[in-house]
């Protein structure tokens, strides 16, 4: 039976504890002295070292049915309860449904909640504004203004998640938007362009007032990180973290095609810089091979990890949840990888 919840907390820490500060903390990758110049996936694969994981397991979901969780987002508390919201959907299908799934064991998880709205909405993210609850996802499909369909990212707003309530859509065709609100009430937005503006896919960053002074129009419009990567590659943001320093850290995912059309998407970090706005070099922390193996949608999917979120554990290790192959989800337990950006 559904019950009205209330916002706890955000289920991550801001900085190391005392005792992991004292020891020399592992890294995921090798060096944070790259500079300004774009790396390729391959490039950047080179710097990961090899198997850092200490744990990784798949994620197993009660009650879906034939149909898989995949592209979920970080667990976070919720009045008492661990929840997790991920994308549900059949194999041969891109119609999927946003469903909320409560802790029910080790790895296991049982449907919690859902609403009509959620039907139709893909990869969820999980921010806060406050003490309320921003649950966001891929609404698909949906016309577009030139014709044919598309898609739209729709974001809920609610201080239970029976009280939540459109507030914004982003820009029509748009992925990847993320904000985080800063301490001092202002938001910060990630936006991910594609076609004449942003090519592949490229990463832009503003700060608003406030969340009610966001709208698609200054989503759209936010100024263009420049380099990040290769053109005929792209990627995004799928999380941000306010850091012991003061800067964002943000959890994306970075990607390529081969030769054969194949797709390779690969969870990365880097930082932003709020008194400079700018960000840093880019840092592949996982691949596909870290995680059990599984099934895929797709065969064109094989070698792709979505990140998801990460959960920071206080003692210099996190863990790093993420749809894999389009067709599961699971976690990996890593060293923290926004750590050598605070020290």
């Known amino acids: 039976m559904l019950q009205n919840w209330s916002v706890m907390a955000e289920f991550s820490v801001a900085?190391?504890?005392?005792?992991?500060?004292?020891q020399k903390i592992s890294t995921i990758f090798r060096t944070l002295g790259a500079g300004n110049r774009p790396r390729s996936c391959s490039e950047l694969l080179t710097e990961l070292r090899v198997s850092p994981y200490q744990d990784s397991q798949n994620l197993k979901f009660e009650s879906v049915g034939e149909r898989d969780v995949y592209n979920i987002a970080a667990p976070f508390h919720f009045n008492g309860k661990t929840l997790l919201a991920g994308r549900v959907e059949r194999r041969d299908s891109e119609i999927a449904e946003t469903v909320i799934f409560e802790e029910a064991g080790?790895?296991?998880?049982?449907?919690?909640?859902?609403?009509?709205s959620f039907k139709g909405l893909q990869d969820p993210c999980i921010t806060w504004a406050k003490d309320e609850l921003i649950l966001g996802g891929v609404r698909y499909p949906?016309?577009?203004?030139?014709?044919?369909?598309?898609?739209?990212?729709?974001?809920?707003r609610g201080a239970s998640l029976q009280n939540l309530h459109h507030f914004l859509s982003g820009p029509r065709g748009m992925k990847d938007i993320r904000f985080k609100q800063l301490p001092d009430g202002r938001v910060a937005i990630f936006s991910r362009p594609q076609g004449a503006v942003g090519g592949r896919g490229t990463v832009g960053f503003s700060i608003a007032p406030s969340w009610d002074a966001i709208t698609a129009e200054m989503i759209a419009n936010a100024p263009l990180f420049q380099g990040q990567w290769l053109p005929e590659e792209w990627g995004g943001v799928n999380e941000a973290h306010l850091l012991a320093n003061g800067h964002l850290g943000c959890l994306g995912h970075i990607a390529c095609f081969d030769g054969a059309g194949n797709r390779h998407y690969y969870p990365m970090v880097f930082t932003v810089d709020l008194a400079t706005l700018q960000p840093s070099a880019i840092y592949i922390i996982a691949q596909r091979s870290f995680f059990p193996p599984g099934?895929?949608?797709?065969?064109?999917?094989?070698?792709v990890v979505f990140s998801g979120g990460i959960v920071r554990n206080g003692d210099g290790t996190a863990n790093l949840y993420a749809g894999t192959s389009d067709a599961a989800a699971a976690f990996v337990k890593l060293p923290d990888p926004f750590h050598p950006f605070e020290t």
């Open 106 to 116: 080790a790895n296991k998880w049982a449907p919690f909640f859902t609403h009509p």
């Open 142 to 156: 949906v016309p577009m203004d030139h014709g044919g369909y598309g898609c739209v990212m729709d974001f809920y």
């Open 15 to 22: 900085s190391e504890s005392n005792a992991a500060d004292k």
């Open 295 to 303: 099934s895929s949608k797709r065969p064109d999917l094989v070698d």
